[in-house]
């Protein structure tokens, strides 16, 4: 049973789980709100919290298919139609590759994997064993994102000349993930732009439907180092004599704004009180952001020329208190204004305005509910039906051979 096999087919497609941290936990929703289409045949990961929480939610999993490491589960052979890898990014490579010599159909997390090779890789051998590969590009299935396209391929607006793109990572995000987080390193992670902005990335080529031409970039690590620490800094921001006016504060953030905490394990017996205060005391989430182990940037710009002629900027910001994308387009009979709130169309002759409203699906769950179409999506794939998401992995290797290529333009220039 494979994609190639042209039949639809009409049981549940089964599905494990690699990776049960905060992504997997979104697309189990979908898991779970759709039994006749997709059931949960497994569940890996090295945390027992974490496949614990997902498992208890799935109450007919049974013990032997709840697994601590990913070869345990791969000695045993093909268990199910498909896995979903949300693993950390330097596990992509592996894990997927494993997954299709055993003839899973994959559901991937972004970024594909930490090299263009190995991207191209997967896609080899996907095409060799003939299984779907999809990667998680969840905007081509946000409502807003989707319709900014569509009215900039429409025909109506004549045709694109020039794009201005800002990714605002936001100052909270960036010192939660990129600088205390996971994410912070790019031996492990990659770049920062391709960690964060690959959607951005994958989003406008597929907007514009062009190759790119040329690449030039500009970025580096700015302020989160030691030699910024301010006097009387400490290695934590508990016991730290400047914590009243640090802007990058754990406490405030964590423990007197409580953000960011929600994907905190909170261990059998404690609160999430204690765990705050656990993490202020001893985690990496309390330290002081000047202290780190961080080495990527806190800033980046891109400019992109396409063969179709379109000159593309993109600002990546992280001294932001924004979260919004804002996007505008410009086009040879009008311009595209979009900010995620809206998206103003306006046209030069004659000189109008109109606005769409997306004010309801700003912070909706799930993406606006793109995260769970990005099941819907593959699940689609898997059972032989037409996938025009252009997520597949093939479309997929082409927007990490660009973030690859801004990576090395930054490092030159
Ligand atoms: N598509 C998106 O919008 C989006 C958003 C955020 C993150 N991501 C990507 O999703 C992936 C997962 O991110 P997350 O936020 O869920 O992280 P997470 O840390 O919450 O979850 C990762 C899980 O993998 C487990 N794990 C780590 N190594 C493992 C191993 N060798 N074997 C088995 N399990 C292992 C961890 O215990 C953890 O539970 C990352 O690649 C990230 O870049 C995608």
Redesign the pocket.
């Known amino acids: 049973m494979n994609s190639t096999d042209n039949t639809v087919k009409r049981e549940p497609v089964s599905v494990v789980m690699?990776?049960?941290?905060?992504?997997?936990r979104k697309y189990l929703e979908y898991i779970l709100s759709t039994p006749e289409r997709v059931r949960l045949a497994g569940v890996?990961?090295?945390?027992p919290l974490?496949r614990e929480s997902i498992a208890s939610r799935c109450p007919s999993l049974s013990e032997e298919n709840i697994y601590s490491?990913?070869d345990d589960f791969f000695a045993r052979g093909r268990i199910a139609d498909a896995v979903i890898i949300?693993?950390?990014?330097d596990?992509?490579y592996a894990?997927t590759m494993q997954a299709i010599r055993l003839g899973y159909h994959v559901l991937l997390?972004?970024?594909i994997a930490q090299t263009e090779a190995e991207a191209e890789d997967i896609a080899r051998a996907s095409r060799d064993a003939g299984v779907v590969v999809n990667v998680?590009?969840?905007l081509h299935f946000h409502p807003y994102f989707r319709t900014l396209r569509e009215l900039a391929r429409s025909g109506e607006l004549g045709e694109i000349v020039a794009i201005n793109h800002c990714s605002p990572v936001g100052i909270d995000r960036a010192t939660h993930v990129y600088v205390r987080g996971?994410?912070g390193q790019k031996s492990t992670?990659g770049p920062l732009f391709t960690?964060k902005c690959c959607?951005d990335i994958d989003f406008l080529l597929w907007l514009t439907g062009s190759p790119c031409k040329r690449i030039s970039s500009q970025g580096s690590l700015r302020w989160f180092t030691p030699d910024n620490a301010p006097i009387g800094a400490s290695q934590r921001c508990v016991d730290c004599l400047a914590e009243a006016e640090c802007p990058f504060s754990a406490v405030d953030l964590y423990r007197r704004r409580r953000e960011w905490v929600k994907?905190f394990d909170v261990p059998a017996g404690h609160t999430l009180d204690d765990t705050i205060e656990t993490e202020l005391t001893g985690g990496r989430y309390g330290r002081c952001v000047y202290h780190c182990d961080n080495d990527v940037v806190d800033r980046q710009t891109v400019a992109i020329e396409t063969d179709s002629g379109v000159l593309i900027n993109i600002s990546m910001d992280v001294f932001t208190t924004e979260s919004h994308r804002k996007t505008h387009i410009s086009l040879t009979k009008g311009e595209i204004r979009g900010d995620e709130h809206g998206i103003t169309v306006t046209t030069f002759r004659p000189r109008e305005n109109r606005y769409i409203d997306f004010s309801h699906t700003v912070g909706a769950p799930f993406?606006a509910g793109a995260?769970l179409a990005t099941v819907a999506n593959f699940i689609d794939a898997v059972r032989g039906m037409a996938d025009e998401s252009a997520t597949d992995i093939e479309a997929a290797v082409y927007s990490q051979h660009v973030c690859d290529a801004i990576e090395e333009a930054r490092q030159k220039s």
């Open positions: 690699i990776g049960a941290g905060n992504r997997a890996v990961d090295s945390n974490r490491n990913v949300a693993t950390p990014d596990c992509h894990h997390e972004k970024p998680c590009y969840v996971g994410w992670s960690s959607h994907n993406h995260d």
